[in-house]
Each structure stands twice: as C-alpha cells, then as structure tokens.
C-alpha cells in the first residue's frame, strides 16, 4: 500500500512541476497529463490506512497542490489553461468523491463566470459538459443539494438561455443541459419556463428542419419536458396544450399548402404555437417553408408521445390518426384537382416529405400507445397504402413505409394483417426481387447515356459517355440496397407472426427469391448480380433468417427446400463475417430436430420379473419358496415336503438353466477350438450306474438321474452338488421312465454323423 501511495505522490508531483508549469507546457502536453489521469488511480488514497505519517502526509500535499492548480486554471487568462482546467476538474470529481464534495461550489462558480463571458465555443461546450456532470451527482447528494442546487440553478439556467442566441454550436449544449435541468430540477426551473418554451419554438419554426435535425430533435425534446416542470397550470393541462396547438400548426401549414384560406369560424379550433412568424408572400418560399414547419411540428409530436410522464394524459388519438392521414393525402389531393395553381407544381417535390411525417406520427402511435391503437389499426392500413400507391418512387419513403409496415406486424399480428390490403405485401415480396431492380437501373443508365450522347458537345469521347452510364447504374443499385433490406425485414416479421396470411403462391415466390440470393452468394462470389451487397454483413443476416422463419413456418404446399437451406447454412458457417456465422449456425441449430426428429422421453412399464437382475431376484426366491429339504445324516437322502409354487423362485429356476446352458455352449466351442477328442455319451439307466469316485465334480452330478435311487446303490456326493441337481430336475414329470435323455455335446460322434 505505501508503496502505491509514494508512486501515486511522485506522479503527481511531476505532472505538476514538468507539464503544467506553464501555458505553453500545457497547450502541448494536456492529452498526455488527462490519459496519466484516465489511466492510473492517483486519486483513490485519501484517507488510506497502511502507511506512515510521513508519506501519508507528502501524498496529501501533492493533492492539495493538484486541486489548487486546477482551480488557478479554470480561471487562467488563455483558453488552453481553461479548456485543461475543465478536463482535470472533470476526470478528478469522476475519480475521487471526497474532492468533488469539497471542490464542487468552488469549481461551479468558476464554471458559470465562465459561461457570463465572451470566449471560443470550445470553452464553453466543455463548461456546460462539465456542468451537466455536477448536477448528475448533485441531484442524487441531499448535502449538495442545499449547498449547489438551490443557490446556482436558477442561475445556471439564466445563463445558459443566454448563450442560446450565441451561434449554432452552442445551441444543442444548451438545449441537453435545459431539458435535464427542467427534469431533474422542476422547481428550480420554473421561473425560466417562458424563455425555454420561446428558445425551443424559435427553432422549431421551420428554419432548422433541413439545416440541423439534431438541432430540432433536441428542441423538441426540451419544449416536451416542460410539462414536467407544472407551474401555474398542471402537467396533464399544459400537455394537452402543446398537443393541441402543434395538430393545429399542422393544420394550418397543410392549408397553406393547398392554397386554402381557413374560415373564421375555425380560427378558434386551429389554435398554433405562439411565437410562429407568418409565411413569406412568395409561393416558392413559403410553401417549402410550411413543409418544414410540419417536419418540425412531426419531430414536437413524436417528443410529446414518447417522453414518459407520471401522470394520466388525455391523449386524442383521433386527432392524431386523423392529422397523419391528412398529411399522406395531400399529394392525391393536390394530383387529383383540376385546378391550373402554379403552386400545386411545388407539392410533387415535397410530397416525400409529408409522406414521411405522416409515417412518423401512425410509428409512435404504435409505440407509446400500444393496445390502444387497435380500433384504427383498418385506418393505419389505409394510410399505408395510400402512401405506397401515390409516392414518387422515393426509396426514403419505402424504407419508412416497410419500417412502419414491420413495426405494426410485430405489435398486433393478426389483427393489423387482416386490414393490410394484399397489394402492400405482395410490394414487400416483389422488392425482394434484386435482379429486376438491376435490369431496370441498367436500363435507366442506359437511357441516361443517350441523353447524354444526345446533348454532348465537341470532344466529349465514348469512354466518358460509359463511365457515366455505368456510374448513374451503380447509384441506382446502391439505392435499393435500404430497400430491399427493409422489404426483407417486413417479410421477416410476416413469417415469423403471421405465416398463414401469404398464400401459397407469395411462400414460393419468397422461396425462390431466397435460395436465389443466397445461392448467387455462395457459389457466385463477386461475381454475383447483388456484387454492390456481396460484403453486406446485414443483408447475408436477413436472408438467412428469412429463409430459417420460412423453413419453421412451413406451407402445406410449399417444395422440399430443406436441402438447399442445409447446404446454404453449412457454406455459411465458413464466412467471414462474424453475424452471419452466427445467424447460419443458430439456423442450422434451428432445424436440427426437423431433420433428426425425436419423440421425447417416455415413462415406460418394466418388463418382466426375469430381465431384472438377480440381486433383487434372490431375496424374493428365498422368501417365496415353499420347497423343504430333508438331508438324512449321511446327506445322502432327501424328501420333498411339499410342491414348490410357482413365484420367484421359478424364475430363479429359469435364469441358471439358461446360464448352464450358455456355459456349456462355451465349454463345447472351447473344446472343438482345441480339437478335443470327441466323446459319446449313451443313455444309462439308473440300475446300470457305474461306480463313482468318492469326491465327484459338479459337472458328473450335472448328468445324473432325476430321481434319487436306493440309500445303498448311491455312492456318497457332497450335498452342494445334490441340492443343483435337486433344484435343476424339479419340475420334470415323475411318470417319465427313467432312462435318462440322450445328450449330444458338440464334436461328438453322433453330432458327426
């Protein structure tokens, strides 16, 4: 431990004395004192047990000195010492609490003197940066809380507003720092609600829809935290105002469109945003600028729906069903009217643009209100497919509409897929068809390079008339690829939730177009007709999991394709792409028990008693016998007290039969391996015994008569032997004669002949 304190010590110390001595140091050696920061624990000793007085107290000192010249940098005279003065304060509060909770009321007036002066944006950016990480922990700390927030919020946020109508640069930094300061403070905010709402809708005029999107993206999500913040009127009062006031903006920007002068007696219905400047006498300034305030007004709507709000809102679903479907028919409005307007002739070239906003608002309709859409779930589809039948061929508007078409199937399956009109889906399917798409932007190039043979001047040569022709074909191919990768993503979802719903037909013209694709990826290589996607991860993905969903979801009438698939996802599984290794090998996974089926397991009934093994068969025939065996002093005579029945112990009975009988057919094969010589074994009757040796084997006893003869014509035999032969025979029938049966051991004489 002493040791890491005198390393960390002696860092410090360095970095101190060497590399933020002086301006000059610093501007040329700050990235490399914020990565010694970022990369050692310098920090993290502080009050550290373990080591000496002495060493505890020079490591103390060296922090004291960091934190003091941190402090003499944020308000140093050149903007490198104060730019390196924020980075230090950032990277040390990160590292080490006890110097944040000390240092935080000093750093923070430091940093909003900054802010009240004039200086580079880079300055700035990083104050309001650092600013937004102080008030993430200070919010979270009651101590801090009394001590900062209360006294230099309110400040803060009045300086911040400030800086607003500095430059665009500024703006997005000022905007994330209002939104979290009205969310986390809303009390503290309050006094500053009219000028955030007046900065947010200067912004969300129109004027930075097409310069800066993420600009208004953040506008929009400042001006829809403020219903948050309360105030004189009631979160759920003041965000159903905004709501109601950007429909009728909407409203009035599509009237202004279609050249329609709204009637007095609606004036009050259509309330706007206040604060919005009127539109420019001229039609090919004013008309654009209405299509931007409506992509602005889109982007208000979108925050509104998705920003979560603890309070039960009164959302007008009808309004909003009703405004998108407005907007996706103003192009057929307009294509439709007999009117000879020179400003209808601006509304083809914006008709995208309404089309995509009307797409926006149905996507976050599904999104934030999820159950609810399901009454107009039949109008959605007609919007759809109103979009899709009257757009002019803009690929933009495709991906939307497919997006828009995958986002519904994946919510209400069935029940939005029975409304979709049929054409939508068999649009999706044909999109897919990559090799049309290809002869028509050959064509279009083609066509292209007459026209330009057609205007071409002196010394224009034939190689440049081709490379133009080949360059407007390429472009037109790169625009499909979003397409046809949103169409596949659409097809994904329909065969994975709603299979049924495409008909046999549409399920193999999908399975065509897949082994297709996949097969001119695999076999074709570079050379394939889909050579601008050949090294798109994403797309290879798409297919394969297109072709897996149409694999387990199969069509009663769909062709035997698993063949082609297996051999695809096996091929697929040595490329080089990560995602699609991954995607053929979870496919593979997939179909495994479609090709290799198995039933699952079975409780099944045991057999019978004999197949079970013999240990737990003795017990049972031990107990279950009934046969009693008297053994005379000599053991040489035996009575049979009674007949045995038939339980266990006849099972015993059965399983040494069979054992003697394998032995005995293992001894005969022994015995013919070894060219024994044969021997023959006639039948004997008992009253011919030969005499038997004193101590005969268990294999003699094996042969001998079933029944027992005189005490006196039998020689003397171990009781062991008896007792086999006794347990052996006992079931034979006591009317049979007694001659015993003839015997014929393999190799004999008789199993010669």
């Known amino acids: 431990m002493e040791a ?49 007085a002495e060493t505890a107290k020079r490591y103390e000192s060296a922090v004291h000195k960091w934190v003091a010249r941190i402090s003499s940098l944020l308000v140093g005279k050149s903007s490198e010492s104060r730019i390196a003065g924020i980075l230090l304060a950032k990277h040390t509060t990160l590292q080490s609490p006890p110097i944040f909770v000390e240092n ?76 979290y300061s009205a969310s986390w403070f809303p009390t503290l905010f309050r006094p500053s609600i009219d000028k955030t709402e007046a900065l947010c809708l200067g912004l969300l005029n129109g004027s930075m829809a097409r310069a800066s999107g993420s600009t208004c993206k953040r506008a929009a999500n400042c001006l829809a935290s403020l219903p948050l913040v309360g105030g004189k009127i009631t979160v759920e009062e003041r965000w159903f105002q905004y709501v109601q006031m950007t429909i009728g903006t909407i409203e009035t920007c599509i009237d202004h469109v279609m050249c329609v002068e709204a009637p007095a007696a609606n004036a009050e219905a259509h309330k706007t945003m ?24 889109t982007e208000l709507l979108v925050a509104l729906l998705s920003r979560p709000v603890v309070a039960d809102l ?68 007609r919007v759809m497919m109103v979009v899709s039948t009257k757009h002019l061929v803009s690929a933009p508007t495709q991906v939307a509409l497919y997006s828009l078409m995958q986002l519904y199937v994946e919510r209400y399956g069935y029940g939005f897929v029975i409304c979709l009109p049929k054409e939508l889906v068999a649009s999706a399917i044909g999109d897919l068809n990559v090799q049309s798409k290809r002869q028509s932007s050959a064509t279009a190039g083609s066509a292209l390079s007459a026209s330009v043979s057609s205007k071409k001047r002196g010394g224009r040569s034939r190689a440049a008339e081709v490379a133009d022709s080949e360059g407007a074909s390429n472009m037109l191919q790169i625009q499909y690829t ?58 290879k993905v798409a297919l394969c999991q297109c072709l897996e969903a149409s694999i387990l979801s199969p069509d009663p009438w769909q062709k035997a394709i698993l063949p082609h698939a297996v051999s695809i996802f096996t091929a697929g599984l040595e490329n080089s792409s990560v995602a699609v290794r991954n995607a053929c090998s979870q496919a593979l996974v997939a179909i495994e028990p479609i090709i290799h089926a198995r039933l699952p397991a079975q409780l099944r009934v045991p057999e019978a008693e004999k197949d079970v093994e013999l240990e737990y068969v003795v017990p049972k025939a031990i107990l279950g016998s009934q046969v009693s065996l008297t053994a005379g002093l000599d053991g040489s005579a035996f ?32 015995f013919k391996n070894f060219s024994v010589q044969p021997v023959s074994t006639r039948p004997m009757s008992t009253e011919k015994l030969p005499a038997v040796p004193a101590a005969p084997s268990e294999t003699t006893s094996m042969f001998a008569s079933s029944k027992p003869a ?44």
Do not use: C
């Open 104 to 179: 935080a009321p000093k750093w923070t007036t430091s940093l909003l003197n900054m802010l009240g002066k004039a200086d580079v944006a880079a300055v700035h950016v990083a104050a309001l940066q650092l600013l937004l990480a102080f008030m993430d922990v200070v919010r979270e700390v009651p101590e801090l809380y009394r001590e900062i927030a209360s006294a230099q919020v309110p400040r803060m946020n009045q300086a911040v507003l400030a800086m607003g109508d500095k430059g665009s640069d500024l703006v997005d930094s000022a905007l994330e720092l209002l939104t």
């Open 314 to 381: 009164p959302i007008p679903v009808d309004g909003l069903v009703g405004i998108a479907s407005t907007l996706a028919l103003v192009p057929v409005r307009v294509a439709s009217s007999k009117s000879n307007r020179a400003e209808f002739g601006l509304v083809p070239l914006l008709a995208p643009q309404l089309q995509r906003a009307a797409i926006r608002i149905m996507a976050v309709l599904a999104i934030a209100l999820g159950d609810y859409m399901l009454p107009f779930l039949s109008a959605v589809a």
């Open 4 to 52: 890491n304190v005198v390393r960390a010590e002696r860092t410090l110390s360095l970095l101190i004395t060497t590399y933020l001595a002086n301006a000059d140091s610093i501007k040329a050696n700050v990235a490399l004192v914020v990565d010694t920061v970022l990369s050692q624990n310098l920090f993290s000793y502080i009050g550290a047990t373990g080591t000496s």
């Open 710 to 753: 005189a005490p006196s014509a039998l020689p003397s035999v171990k009781p062991s032997a008896v007792i086999k032969q006794q347990v052996t025979n006992e079931n034979e029938d006591d009317d049979d004669d007694d001659d015993i049966p003839d015997i014929v051991m393999e190799g004999s004489d008789s199993e010669d002949e």
């Open 482 to 539: 979003e397409v046809v990768y949103s169409a596949l993503n659409t097809v994904l979802a329909l065969l994975r939730h709603t299979p049924t719903v495409l008909s046999s037909s549409l399920r193999a013209q999908i399975d065509g177009q897949l082994l297709t694709l996949l097969m001119l990826e695999v076999v074709g290589g570079l050379s394939s007709s889909v050579v601008s996607r050949s090294t798109d991860a994403r797309y």
């Open 639 to 670: 009575v049979e007290s009674e007949q045995p029945t038939r339980s266990a112990s006849d099972e015993l009975h059965d399983q040494e039969v069979e054992e003697d009988e394998r032995e005995l057919e293992a001894n005969t094969k022994r």
């Open 274 to 297: 206040p604060g919005m400047p009127a539109f420019a006498d001229d039609f090919i300034v004013s008309i654009p600028q209405a299509a931007d305030r409506i992509s602005s007004m």
